[in-house]
């Protein structure tokens, strides 16, 4: 062979070698590093059918997965732990058909019987508190689950239920680990946090290696997760992920300023603080869009008698201001959202106007009745409905005399800012001339007084929303515990409560789903006409997070850090 021959193939040959070398080092360059969160209180459990506070689910969210789960883009449900499902033409009958290379962290396989055990012996055993019975319990009874190979589960339901797919996404715990402690009647005390690490079994991408209480939880690497990236590679890519427990946001936010943590939720009111350091400390605001969390204010008109007293709950007087249907309506002119904007907000926020976020997506109305601020337009609205001003706009007075005055409860704990925005909303409704006294509680107490002791005139609160209407019929329904403004009714008081049960009833069995939104869009619609409750503003989701991550893609539905199984370290 010719000399300058043998000299090309050597060459093309070294740069084969040295593209398949560059080419392995670039597949395995994503692996191992640590992202480092902060969390606000220990967890209460690491028993995720017990759980009930944010805190828990926020750790228990790495280690554990469901059938389904939700496009964090789309929105849309999508398959997670099943790999497809069936349905029957009557929409009673669900066959999933479970992926069958999943194994719990443990290296037991994943099957069909874990599926089960879940459903028929944890969620629906009378001796196991669990708030998602509530939820998977369709038309008073519960869901039929059963094993039908080892890879293959039947779910029969009563009636049709249009959001059974996405209440799919309930997390799926291991029959083997925990058979026996339901057996013994121990399962509500299992997996509490005094418990060992390497007993804490799931399919999710992490597991938990270290709990510090009071101080952090380290979540290492699961090597039996079940995902692979689109190039073949096992995830996820990174080794570990720490916790810092940190109560006070305000330290958060400092720690994640000096480097000790690398990403952070940011505030309105934190955002021009921020934002000058972006370059300097290596971090971007990321922008995901208005959140679920509501903020409103709402009325007690419960008409019942207090069995302890035999007196009314509400001061009949008070009640027949807080029952008038123009009252509210002054009440949601002559608030000005676009001042809590700016004041709290720094201009981060919209107006809200109805029971839904924009960020709900297919089932968001737009087209609800918007009260615009207009102080002259509550003042005649009022006087229409009989009220009467002393000393010019200083004092109203209700049709038999008696000055407007009640008193507005809101949590001290400042979340999400609602101190301020009530104190807001006392100086607007002074306007119109109401003597408002904001009264700050704890929230343990607010919440007594909204659920049992029913001892308050109006309140100032949130409630998380969702992408699914149906999830928030404990608040719409008449009968709903959180039906705040006239909880637990036996029968509807009015004609649109009746109306929107019917809305909810139909809802949940109507497959179309676009009919299910002509059915949604008009409740929405009552919300905004009848005000039981009186939306102000949403706030717009904000995460700083430093640059040296890839694969970052933050969203308003799932966070920073939706997608953690793919998230990695740039080198």
């Known amino acids: 062979m010719p000399r300058n021959k043998v000299q090309l193939l050597f060459v093309l040959c070294s740069l084969c ?16 590093g640590s992202l480092v969160l902060a969390t606000s209180s220990d967890p209460k459990t690491f028993n995720d059918i017990v759980s009930t506070d944010v805190n828990s689910a926020t750790v228990t969210s790495l280690i554990f997965e469901g059938l389904t789960t939700a496009d964090p883009f789309t929105l849309k449900v999508i398959p997670n732990l099943a790999k497809s499902w069936d349905v029957s033409p009557d929409g009673l009958q669900w066959t999933f058909h479970l992926r069958e290379d999943v194994r719990w962290s443990d290296g037991v396989s994943f099957g069909a019987d874990d599926v089960v055990f879940t459903f028929n012996g944890l969620i629906y055993n009378p001796d196991i508190p669990s708030s998602s019975k509530d939820v998977l319990t369709v038309d008073g009874k519960p869901l039929k689950v059963e094993k039908i190979d ?7 339901l009563p009636v049709k239920f249009a959001p059974f797919l996405r209440a799919m996404g309930q997390t799926i715990l291991p029959q083997h680990c925990l058979f026996q402690a339901v057996k013994q009647k121990k399962f509500s005390f299992t997996w509490g946090i005094d418990t060992p690490p390497e007993q804490i079994v799931g399919t999710g991408p992490f597991m938990l290696s270290e709990y510090h209480p009071g ?25 570990q992920v720490i916790y810092l427990i940190i109560p006070d946001a305000q330290a958060q936010l400092l720690k994640f300023i000096d480097g000790e943590l690398d990403a952070a939720s940011v505030s309105g009111s934190e955002y021009p603080l921020l934002k000058p350091l972006e370059e300097q400390k ?45 009252f509210r309506r002054a009440i949601a002119h002559a608030i000005d959202k676009r001042k809590i904007i700016e ?15 924009p960020s709900s997506g297919f089932f968001y109305d737009p087209d609800v009745t918007v009260y615009d601020y207009n102080l002259e337009k ?5 006087q229409q409905a009989g009220f009467k001003y002393r000393r010019g706009h200083e004092t109203l007075e209700d049709p038999s005399g008696h000055p407007v005055e009640f008193n507005l409860y809101t949590a001290n704990a400042n979340t999400a800012g ?28 607010l919440v007594n007084k909204l659920m049992s002791s029913f001892d308050w005139d109006m309140v100032m609160i949130g409630l998380s929303g969702g992408v699914e209407p149906h999830f ?17 009714q036996d029968k509807p008081a009015t004609a649109w409560e009746a109306r929107m049960d019917e809305i909810y009833d139909l809802g949940a069995q109507e497959l179309d789903e676009n009919k299910r939104k002509v059915l949604y869009d008009e409740f929405q619609r009552i919300v905004a006409d009848q005000l039981p409750v009186i939306y102000t503003v949403l706030n717009i989701d904000m995460y700083a997070v430093r640059n040296k991550f890839g694969n970052l893609k933050p969203t308003v539905n799932g966070g920073a850090f939706h997608n953690i199984e793919e998230i990695y370290i740039k080198r």
Not at 150 to 156: N, S
Not at 216 to 222: D, Q, T, Y
Not at 295 to 324: C, E, G, H, M, Y
Not at 422 to 441: C, E, Q, T, Y
């Open 17 to 32: 070698i040295c593209s398949a070398v560059q080419g392995a080092y670039a597949a395995t360059s994503r692996f191992g």
């Open 215 to 239: 101080e952090r939880l380290i979540f290492k690497r699961n090597p039996r997760y079940w995902k692979r990236s689109p190039q073949g590679e096992a995830l996820p890519y990174l080794d």
């Open 150 to 156: 080892e890879h293959t589960v039947c779910f029969t």
């Open 282 to 326: 290596n971090f971007h605001i990321h922008e995901a869009g208005a959140n679920y969390d509501s903020n409103f204010v709402t009325f007690n008109q419960n008409v019942s008698i207090n069995p302890k007293t035999r007196r009314p709950f509400v001061d009949p007087v008070k009640l027949s201001w807080f029952a008038n249907l123009k």
């Open 418 to 445: 609602r101190e301020q925005m009530a104190a807001i909303i006392r100086s607007d409704l002074g306007a119109i001339g109401m003597k408002v006294n904001l009264v700050p509680v704890e929230f343990n107490t």
């Open 378 to 382: 509550a003042r005649m609205i009022l």
């Open 472 to 488: 928030g019929q404990n608040v719409w329904k008449s009968s709903g515990g959180l039906h705040l403004w006239a909880p637990r």
């Open 343 to 357: 004041i709290l907000n720094n201009g981060f926020g919209q107006p809200q106007n109805g029971p839904m976020s």
